[in-house]
DNA sequence: ATGGTAGGTCTCCTA
């Protein structure tokens, strides 16, 4: 039985609980992966989600801010979660399907507004998070996994609207991009989303910012769905929800898609 | 070059 999983930056789980339950709906994720749930675990209102099958959730929260939620149809257990860059933040968690496949769920820091690490302490911890990302895949390589979430990152040129306009904005920076590579490569994770789509431009968020973020397209490919290779050949039906970033009271961010052809 | 919007919260911090 193939299995689907999404990755959903919602901005407030609370706020937007009918969107998570209008995607649930009409998209029918087996397992669909929250960032920025600003909000507390037992604040999650997972008793919702459990009326529509989502029968397992394995969160990490924290008041106000980041939080990770992992909701799967699929019977899953808790795989632990780590303190990267020792920020004391709720940006990880992980989980186990019965197939053996582990889930990781990733919030990496957005890293503020100026690139460089000198002038901005947010720019330095996003660096660290990933430098750690990367030291700890390369030290254990990473078993059957899917790593998915909102990694603050577009790395390709055609996953943002205007390369040259980008390359000192953060989330775009040649030194982030690099990052990003390394952790990539410690691991050997395949970015199935290119994979599977690999020529045009894709996004997955569009700033609040913008008048009409629809018209003006000025979007980034920051969420992301990543395999290791004796998996990722089974993903196929890649996609991003773009229409999600039209909803009423959006969150900035689309969801991602990518569908495994293995055994659940 | 600037400022634009959104969410949560010990009214400013984070994105």
Known sequence: MPFTIATWNINSVRLREELVRKLMKKERPDILCLQECKSPVDKIPFAKFKRLGYTHMIARGQKGYNGVAILSKLPMEDAGDRDWAGLGHARHVA???????????????????????????????????????????????????ILVGDLNIAPREDDVWSHKQLLKVVSHTPIEVEH???????????????????????YSWWSYRAKDWNAADKGRRLDHIWATPDIASSAHSSKILRAARGWEQPSDHAPVFATFDLQA
């Open 95 to 145: 989980g186990r399907l019965e197939n053996g496949v582990t889930i990781h769920n990733f919030y990496v820091p957005a890293g503020g507004d100026v690139p460089d690490r000198e002038k901005n302490e947010k720019f330095g911890q996003k660096l660290d998070f990933l430098t750690e990302m990367r030291d700890a895949y390369h030290s254990e390589k990473p078993g059957k996994s």
């Open 180 to 202: 990003l590579a390394e952790v990539q490569e410690a691991g050997g994770w395949v970015d199935t989303t290119r994979n599977d789509i690999p020529e045009g431009l894709l």
